[in-house]
């Protein structure tokens, strides 16, 4: 279960750079807005799989062209590159639309990583100048941490706590219809004392 805590510090991260990013002179030029996602899965073997995503937005009111996506921040001494590649290039991302990136990594060594944002450049007509974006930060990422072994019947404690609310209400109206179409045994036995 992810930690309350750490997804209210991500979400005032992430909107921290939205105000920081905003377009301050208000032209109408793209507005290149990215989100950076990683996601952890401890392996059968004992690796541990890191799973990236990044969505890059434009929320301005003008297409970027020449879109170049790149995130380098993962150290090769750290990680190995296991599906697809930590850059990207689209030909434009027109005003409104998204662009959507992923690719999996493997883990090396135990350690506390500290990853950078994804770099986004882009090109607009009007300016001569390569424009910069940059995607969220990511929180600290803690590569092949040492987890308490599952007990037995955790699986089961996670599926109540899902589920419980649930199981309660199906349990209660299964009785409640089983209280309800069969006759009780004290009425059973008093027609039957009266047919003799």
């Known amino acids: 279960m992810a930690n309350p805590g750490l997804i209210w510090w991500h979400l005032a991260a992430f909107f921290v750079f939205l105000v920081s990013v905003s377009p301050a002179n208000g032209d109408d030029g793209p507005f290149i807005l990215a989100h950076k996602k ?3 899965t401890r392996l059968k073997s004992g690796a541990e799989r890191i799973s990236v995503s990044i969505d890059v937005y434009n929320q301005g009111s003008a297409t970027a062209y020449d879109v170049t996506l790149n995130d380098d921040s993962w150290s090769r001494d750290v990680f190995d ?3 697809g590649n930590t850059s990207m290039s689209w030909e434009r991302l027109d005003a409104g639309a ?3 990136h992923s690719f999996e990594l493997e883990a090396k060594v135990k350690t506390l990583f500290y990853g950078a944002p994804a770099v986004i450049t882009f090109r607009v007509p009007t300016k001569a100048a390569l424009q910069e974006a940059y995607s969220t930060p990511i929180l600290p990422l ?8 599952e007990k037995k019947f955790d699986w089961a404690k996670r599926l109540l706590a ?4 649930l199981i309660s209400v ?3 109206v299964t009785l409640f219809i089983y209280l309800v179409a069969t006759p009780s045994k004290s009425g059973a036995a008093k027609t039957s004392k009266k047919k003799r």
């Open 142 to 149: 803690d590569i092949l941490a040492d987890r308490p072994p």
């Open 38 to 40: 990683p996601t952890l």
């Open 162 to 165: 899902k589920y419980g609310s």
């Open 98 to 100: 998204f662009l959507a």
């Open 170 to 172: 199906v349990s209660i």
């Open 81 to 83: 590159i296991v599906g």
